[in-house]
Structures are given as structure tokens and as C-alpha cells.
């Protein structure tokens, strides 16, 4: 079977399915055929024959020794090798011949750079739409990084789901040095078992980890050379290296980091305590300003939801029914405090 053999491959028997029940059965029982499954499932003999053939196709079923009718029960962990066996190893094969002739292709850079010295060597932005070469890009950059790799990260990295990453090494660009890594949160990151236990292995291997309110978005600087940022919706992005830009890029992530809190990892109450009311906080003075409800949640990495019942709790909190009350109430107090202080 190739691999594209294995996309024409039957569905997984799911619970309530007539494959699921004869698989159920077959376990059950010292074999499986036609006649047993219409006399123990009351389904047709159309239905059992299909399903007999698709667990057959999954390796689930195989015939019993000797015989063309009868079937037994095989585990899955015994099945998804004898379907995925032979692609692992093919796949094995081409990520070595990949590897091979990305290590080929890296040995001219030498020559590229002696005959073209005079000539710029990159594009001042590049524009890359495709998912997965922006995925290539991201690691080739991170690892050629060899002093500091500042990156502003959402919850939810927008390139985390295209790469085969090992979870322990997070954000997991490739062979990046954990110890140039500097990763900028969105202080509801601290809320995320799955960013905490991330957080925790990077600060293991030399990173450093921060959270601010409203960090910039996603927005990455390495060596202050070169940066990228997203493009617009989907998953492309663009690699810019125009050093003024790059310079502004890397100001804006650089102070925002300065003014951000370090993040170890760990939750406990009274840390709860602090980033909630520190994003209470931002919300007031989104809110204050107009903003609304989609723009705040989106500058705070939270969802809608999340931010619509923390506005509701806060209006409740200042006794206020619409948002034109809660403006006039909060401008109040931000008067009555600059009185205050004058």
C-alpha cells in the first residue's frame, strides 16, 4: 500500500457504527462472519459483509488459518503497524533525503557569498504565503540566530500545528538555542496548563520567558537583523530586513519585554489574583476609550466570551447598566485621581 493508499482506507469504526459493532463482536467471540453478525446484530448481510471488509482493509480483522469465511480480532496497536509500517519507513527515507540535500544546498552559500559580495543577499521584505514554507522559513532563520531571538507569542501559536515538534522544546523552531530565546506572553498565557509546562521546559534549557497585558501580537526579531511578521488572516508571513524597519521592530518587542514580568511557569492563587486584576485593568481602559468588545479581547489574547463576562462583572462592580454609564463613571474617577494629585 502507497501512501496515498491510506487516504482511500475506510473510517475508524466509531461507537454506533455497524464496523464497531462487529468489531465489538469479533472480540467478543472466538470468530466473526457474515451469518454470526446478521444473527447477533440483526443487521443486513449487506452491512455486515461491508463492515467485515472495512476492518479487513484496517487490519482489524484477518481471516482465521485455513479458512475464507471466518474472521478474528487483531489489536489496534497490531493493526496501525501492519497499515503504517512501511510508510514510516518511507517517510524515514525522504526526511533524510531532505535533510541531505538542504546540508547540499547550504555548502554553496560560501561560493554565493564570495561572487555576489557586492550585491544585497536578501530581498528587503519577502512575502510568503505558503504555510509550510513559512514553517521552513521561521527554523532557518531561528537557527542561524547567534545572539538573541526576541519573540512576542499569542496563546495559540499560528505555525505550532504545521511542524512535528518535540513538546519539550518550546517554542521548538527546529534546532534553535533555547538560551538566545526570549519569548513575550500575553498575560492571560498564565492561565494555559499547556503554556505554563511549555514556559517551564524553555526557562529548563536557558530561555527566558515574560507576560505582558497586551504584548504586540506575533512578531519576531532575530539578531535585530531580521524580522518577521504575519501576514494579514491565514498562516503566511513576511521577512523583512530593511534595517530601519527591522530597527522600529525590534524597539517596540525590546520595550515591551523590558516592561513585561517574568514568568517561571508556576500558578498559584495570589499570581492568579495579580494577572486578573492586571487584565481588568486594560479592560477599563480599553473600555475608556472606546474600544470594543472584539478589539479588547483580541489586544488581551483572550476570547470574546472571556471578555465580555469580565466586562459584565466589572460594570456590575461599578454599578452601571450600559457601557455610556461605565465611560462617565470611569472618567469620573480618572479626574478625581488627577485632582488628587495635583
Excluded at 514554507?133 to 542561524?144: F, N, Y
Excluded at 538555542?177 to 521546559?201: C, G, I, N, T, Y
Excluded at 529548563?204 to 506575533?218: E, N
Aim: proline residues 5%.
Amino acid at each position: 500500500m502507497n501512501i496515498d493508499g491510506i487516504t482511500d482506507l475506510p473510517d475508524i469504526p466509531q461507537a454506533g457504527t455497524a464496523a464497531s459493532e462487529v468489531y465489538t463482536l469479533a472480540l467478543r467471540s472466538e470468530y466473526v462472519d457474515i451469518q454470526r453478525c446478521v444473527g447477533d446484530l440483526g443487521v443486513s448481510e449487506a452491512e455486515a459483509a461491508a463492515a467485515i471488509e472495512d476492518l479487513v482493509r484496517l487490519r482489524l480483522l484477518h481471516l482465521v488459518p485455513g479458512c475464507t469465511y471466518a474472521y478474528v480480532a487483531v489489536s489496534p496497536m497490531s493493526a496501525s503497524l501492519q497499515l503504517l509500517a512501511v510508510q514510516d519507513e518511507a517517510l524515514r527515507r525522504r526526511q533524510n533525503e531532505l535533510e541531505r540535500l538542504r546540508q547540499q544546498m547550504h555548502s554553496l552559500l560560501p561560493l554565493y557569498r564570495a561572487n555576489f559580495a557586492g550585491e544585497p543577499q536578501h530581498p528587503h521584505v519577502q512575502r510568503v504565503e505558503d504555510p509550510r514554507a513559512a514553517r521552513g522559513i521561521l527554523t532557518t532563520i531561528t537557527v542561524e540566530a547567534e545572539r538573541e531571538i526576541l519573540l512576542s507569542l499569542p496563546t495559540q501559536d499560528p505555525w505550532e500545528e504545521l511542524a512535528d515538534l518535540d513538546r519539550g522544546a518550546w517554542p521548538g523552531y527546529g534546532g534553535t538555542r533555547s538560551d538566545l530565546l526570549r519569548v513575550l506572553l500575553p498575560e492571560a498565557a498564565r492561565f494555559d496548563v499547556r503554556v505554563r509546562e511549555q514556559a517551564e521546559a524553555l526557562l529548563r534549557d536557558g530561555g527566558q520567558v515574560r507576560t505582558a497585558v497586551s504584548p504586540p501580537g506575533w512578531l519576531l526579531v532575530v539578531d535585530a537583523e531580521v524580522a518577521v511578521v504575519p501576514v494579514g488572516e491565514g498562516q503566511g508571513l513576511s521577512l523583512v530586513r530593511e534595517e530601519s524597519v527591522v530597527a522600529a521592530l525590534w524597539r517596540t518587542l525590546s520595550g515591551a519585554w523590558d516592561e513585561a514580568r517574568p514568568f517561571d511557569g508556576s500558578y498559584d492563587h495570589d499570581s492568579a489574583r495579580s494577572t486578573s486584576a492586571l487584565i481588568d485593568e486594560a479592560i477599563l481602559r480599553l473600555l475608556l476609550n472606546g474600544l470594543e468588545d472584539k478589539v479588547i479581547a483580541r489586544r488581551l489574547d483572550i476570547s470574546l466570551r472571556t471578555c465580555q463576562r469580565r466586562i459584565a462583572d466589572l460594570m456590575d462592580g461599578l454599578g452601571v447598566r450600559t457601557r455610556l454609564q461605565a465611560g462617565y463613571v470611569l472618567g469620573q474617577r480618572v479626574r478625581t485621581g488627577e485632582r488628587r494629585a495635583a
